[in-house]
């Protein structure tokens, strides 16, 4: 595999549910970041991993938990959320944190539903 | 007042017709770095291309141009003789300190661009 890859691309789950979204990331990469797209909405920064250490949390609910074991991966952990939390969510990488001039590279998405 | 303003929601045009894409940043740092990414339908955003502050140089690279003006604080995007496959959505952003320690990236609220047979 090559790029980044997330799983599941699609996820429908009840608001009293508990699911996983995974990243991987084939670079070589030291950052790893999470996104939220919705509709009509710029994508907004979640989290932020620079060497699996939590650089930036930008004030998301708790009920998103993320995780990042190594370097390559990157996990959302997502319980008790609400319909307005439906959305694309997007995982990028790129050669780490530090500098602005690296480019990312994304995932192609998970597409979550909360029903 | 939003960073990275791209003012065009949707653009439709017939393929080989050329488009431009417009994008206006704010910051008020000196060193500061421009992209435009493409997301087509599959959903993965795709880099297209960088700029830092200090290169003002215009680019070309195939049918794609783009036009960085630090006087009009704009990074526009062009695509010449459009074709199908140019359809997706285009998004601008900056990467800025903005006072704070670590770079952030900031993109606009997208263009769907819509090329027609």
């Avoid at chain 1, 907004?44 to 009920?63: A, D, G, H, I, W």
């Avoid at chain 1, 609400?82 to 995982?91: F, H, M, T």
């Avoid at chain 1, 500098?99 to 192609?108: I, L, M, V």
Wanted: one cysteine or more.
């Amino acid at each position: 595999e090559t790029g980044v890859t997330q799983t599941p691309r699609h996820l429908v789950m009840g608001m009293t549910n508990k699911k996983s979204l995974k990243c991987e990331q084939h670079l070589g990469h030291n950052a790893m970041y999470w996104y939220k797209q919705s509709a009509k909405k710029p994508l907004e920064l979640m989290f932020v991993y620079n060497f699996k250490e939590q650089t930036e949390n930008n004030s998301v609910p708790s009920r998103f938990s993320p995780e990042c074991p190594n370097s390559s991966h990157l996990f959302l952990h997502l319980h008790t959320l609400q319909p307005e939390d439906s959305a694309l969510y997007l995982c990028a990488s790129s050669p780490q944190r530090t500098s602005g001039s690296y480019e990312q590279y994304f995932g192609p998405g998970t597409r979550l539903t909360v029903t | 007042a939003q960073k990275v303003t791209q003012a065009q929601t949707e653009i439709s045009v017939v393929e080989k017709e050329d488009v431009t894409l417009d994008c206006v940043y704010e910051t008020r740092d000196t060193t500061y770095y421009l992209f435009w990414y493409k997301q087509p339908p599959s959903g993965e955003l795709v880099f297209l291309i960088r700029r830092n502050s200090f290169d003002e140089q215009n680019e070309i690279s195939g049918r794609y141009s783009w036009n960085f003006q630090k006087s009009t604080s704009s990074f526009n995007f062009t695509i010449t003789a459009s074709q199908v496959v140019d359809s997706a959505v285009y998004f601008c952003a900056l990467s800025e300190l903005g006072g704070g320690s670590n770079y952030k990236l900031t993109f606009g609220k997208g263009t769907l661009l819509t090329v027609n047979p």
